[in-house]
Nanobody, 124 residues
Framework: QVQLLESGGGLVQAGGSLRLSCVAS????????MAWFRQVPGKERLFVAG????????YYSDSVKGRFTISRINVKNTVFLQMNSLKPEDTAVYYC?????????????????WGPGTQVTVSS
């Protein structure tokens, strides 16, 4: 079992920045690829960014590429999502996920463990 806990969400004006963190506990952190997804009420959970176990490979959705950066510090069991140039359409609950990274990284079904989520609200 892996437990994930996100933090760093909040309210920010358009054009601002936030940094989300996700701390993992339980099994060996480096066994897992990590990802961030987001979801708004009534819609499906969407891929935002993913990172391989070593941090050597990163993946982004087209909607955040160039604005968001995913990173991880394995000795701290933590993955980050730096979000810059935020837009109102980035408003969502952001979820951290852990999986074995054997697929595209973009499908929620590839991930076995999820955090409870953190709300990000971007005002216009």
């Amino acid at each position: 079992q892996v437990q994930l806990l996100e933090s760093g969400g909040g309210l920010v004006q358009a054009g601002g920045s936030l940094r989300l963190s996700c701390v993992a506990s339980g099994r060996t952190f480096t066994d897992y690829a990590m990802a961030w997804f987001r979801q708004v009420p009534g819609k499906e959970r969407l891929f935002v960014a993913g990172i391989s176990w070593s941090g050597g490979k990163t993946y982004y959705s087209d909607s955040v590429k160039g604005r968001f950066t995913i990173s991880r510090i394995n000795v701290k069991n933590t993955v980050f999502l730096q979000m810059n140039s935020l837009k109102p359409e980035d408003t969502a609950v952001y979820y951290c996920a852990a999986g074995y990274g054997s697929g595209s990284y973009r499908n929620p079904s590839e991930y076995d463990y999820w955090g409870p989520g953190t709300q990000v609200t971007v005002s216009s």
